[in-house]
């Protein structure tokens, strides 16, 4: 069982706009990656809002007191993949994940 | 540019030990910590410690500490992972990570499927 919350599936079709939520979240700061199948994950979202290089501006994230949201927008069907939420807890003393969100773009 | 490419895939039985290599260039190896993180099949991610490349100062997630051992070797810029006392639930796949301050993973390894199998 995950620390953090996130619902295990989320579709919409393409071009419209799909929200990821990640609940329980006790520090300032949550990062998001994005993993396809056998491949390992990928940096997406860091410190609640900013890019890496190379990230379309389709992907944005917040977060609002223990929980974030990845929004991403103008779906595509390449955007099929497993999202994941992740942040330190305090109280753990250790880093952890969601469960993951499966998008599928019907 | 940043790479970290681990070692390849294992097989063990139940009790054996595996120790998974990763190999870090493009960057400076000692300025940066090393996480290990797992993903059982169809499972989610899972932190199970990380590493100073500096002075080699470990901290593994409570559910490992007696089963795991992390370190490094500057001289090769590797990381290393031992996972001791193996079960079948230890069957995943093992992937490292290179930390940031606020708490994400910018770079990842390619991961190394670890089978635990009578």
């Known amino acids: 069982q995950s620390v953090l919350t996130q619902p295990p599936s989320v579709s919409a079709a393409p071009g419209q706009t799909v929200n990821i939520s990640c609940s329980g979240i006790r520090s300032n700061y949550v990062s998001w990656y994005q993993q396809f199948p056998g491949t390992a994950p990928q940096l997406l979202i860091y410190e609640n809002h900013k890019r890496p290089s190379g990230i379309p501006d389709r992907f944005s994230g917040s977060k609002s007191d223990t929980s974030a949201t990845l929004v991403i927008s103008g779906l595509q069907t390449g955007d099929e993949a497993d999202y994941f939420c992740g942040t330190w807890d305090p109280s753990l003393r250790a880093r952890i994940f969601g469960g993951g969100t499966k998008l599928s773009v019907l | 540019q940043v790479q970290l490419v681990q070692s390849g895939a294992e097989v063990k039985t139940p009790g054996a030990s595996v120790k998974v290599s990763c190999k870090a260039s493009?960057?400076?190896?000692?300025?940066?910590?090393i996480s290990w993180v797992r993903q059982a099949p169809g499972q989610g991610l899972e932190w199970m410690g990380e590493?100073?490349?500096?002075?080699?100062?470990?901290d593994s997630a409570q559910k490992f500490q007696d089963r795991v051992t992390m370190t490094t070797d500057t001289s090769t810029r590797t990381v290393y992972l031992e996972l001791r006392s193996l079960r079948s639930d230890d069957t995943a796949v093992y992937y490292c990570a290179r930390n940031r301050a606020s708490f994400y993973f910018d770079y990842w390894g390619q991961g190394t499927p670890v089978t635990v199998s009578s």
């Open positions: 493009g960057y400076i190896f000692t300025s940066y910590r």
């Open positions: 590493i100073s490349g500096d002075n080699g100062k470990a």
